[in-house]
C-alpha cells in the first residue's frame, strides 16, 4: 500500500469535512452525480474544490472512516467527548466514533496512507453491522470473485457480505480489485449504498412489527391453543416468541411476544417464509396479543 505525501494528505484532509451547502459537481456525471450531491447535502463529503469532486482521487485511512461514520450516522459515546482534543488531528473524533461502535481497524492501519479497497469494505461492513444491536445476517451464497486469490482472509466475509448487499459490485470482468487504493467515487458509492441498505432493513423491521397474526386452535374444552405467526420474513432468522401471558380481570388472557432477530455471523437460507410459536391458555380466556415493550 502506497504512502500519501504529507502535502497530499494535508490536501485532501478537508476534503470529506462538513460543507456549508450543495453545490454539483462539474467532475462527477449521471447517477454519480446523484449520489455525491446527497452525500454533501448531509454533510458526508466535500469537493476539494467548490465545484470539483475530484472522483479518482485516493482516500487515506482516516478519510475513508470519516466518510463512514458520517454517511451511517454512527454517534460517540457519551464519554468520548472529553477525550477530543490535540491540534492537527482533524480526524480524533471519526476513530473515536468508529471505536466507541466496537469497529476494528485493520492491522497496520495508519491514517495517512491510502486504504486499500478490501480494507474498506472491512470497515464499512463493521459500521453497518454496528447500527443493529444483533448485526445483520449472513446468507449461505458465495459470490465468485476471479481475483479471490489477491483477498486477504481477514476480509474475506466483508467483501462477500457488501456484493451480496449490493452495496458494491463486481467489475465486467468479475473482480473486486482488493489491493487497489479506494478512489473517492468508490467509497462515495459504497457508502451510499450502505445508508440505503440500512434505512430499508429498519423500514422492513418497523413493518414487520404489524405482521403478526393471532390464530386460537381448540385442543379439547378446557384448552386453546394460541399460535402467533410472523408473515414473509426473509430468513428463518427473524423468528417469533412469547414473552409472557397477562391474565386480566375482564377475561382476557393478553399475550405478549417479542421479535427475535438473526445471529450474527450465522448462516441463513435467504427465502421468504413465515415463523411461528405458539402456547396454551385456558378456554376461560378470550385472547389478544401484544408487543413486549
Do not use: C
Not at 159 to 180: C, V
Amino acid at each position: 500500500m502506497n504512502k500519501m505525501k504529507m502535502t497530499a494528505a494535508i490536501l485532501l484532509a478537508g476534503s470529506l469535512l462538513m460543507g456549508t451547502s450543495a453545490s454539483a459537481f462539474k467532475d462527477v456525471k449521471g447517477h454519480d452525480a446523484k449520489i455525491t450531491e446527497s452525500l454533501q447535502e448531509r454533510g458526508v463529503i466535500q469537493g476539494n474544490s467548490q465545484d470539483k469532486f475530484v472522483p479518482q482521487g485516493k482516500l487515506t485511512g482516516a478519510q475513508s472512516v470519516q466518510m463512514i461514520v458520517k454517511a451511517l450516522g454512527l454517534k460517540a459515546k457519551e464519554e468520548s467527548y472529553t477525550k477530543r482534543s490535540g491540534p492537527n488531528n482533524w480526524y480524533k473524533t471519526s476513530l473515536q466514533i468508529a471505536e466507541d461502535n466496537g469497529i476494528k481497524l485493520p492491522k497496520n492501519f495508519d491514517p495517512k496512507a491510502e486504504l486499500s479497497r478490501e480494507a474498506f469494505a472491512y470497515l464499512l461492513m463493521q459500521a453497518v453491522d454496528s447500527t443493529t444491536p444483533s448485526g445483520y445476517a449472513t446468507v449461505t451464497m458465495l459470490v465468485i470473485l476471479n481475483d479471490s486469490d489477491q483477498v486477504n482472509k481477514v476480509y474475506a466475509n466483508s467483501i462477500q457480505m457488501i456484493l451480496l448487499s449490493k452495496i458494491a459490485t463486481l467489475d465486467d470482468k468479475g473482480k473486486f480489485y482488493p489491493k487497489q487504493s479506494v478512489t473517492r467515487i468508490e467509497a462515495a458509492r459504497m457508502v451510499y449504498n450502505a445508508a440505503e441498505f440500512v434505512e430499508e432493513l429498519k423500514k422492513s423491521e418497523v413493518n414487520n412489527q404489524e405482521e403478526v397474526y393471532l390464530s386460537v386452535e381448540k385442543v379439547n374444552d378446557k384448552i386453546n391453543k394460541v399460535v402467533l405467526t410472523r408473515l414473509n420474513q426473509p430468513n428463518p432468522g427473524y423468528g417469533i416468541a412469547v414473552s409472557k401471558i397477562e391474565f386480566t380481570e375482564q377475561g382476557k388472557a393478553i399475550v405478549y411476544y417479542k421479535l427475535l432477530s438473526p445471529k450474527p455471523n450465522y448462516g441463513y437460507i435467504q427465502v421468504i417464509s413465515d415463523t411461528k410459536t405458539e402456547t396454551y391458555v385456558s378456554s376461560e380466556y378470550t385472547v389478544e396479543i401484544a408487543p413486549q415493550k
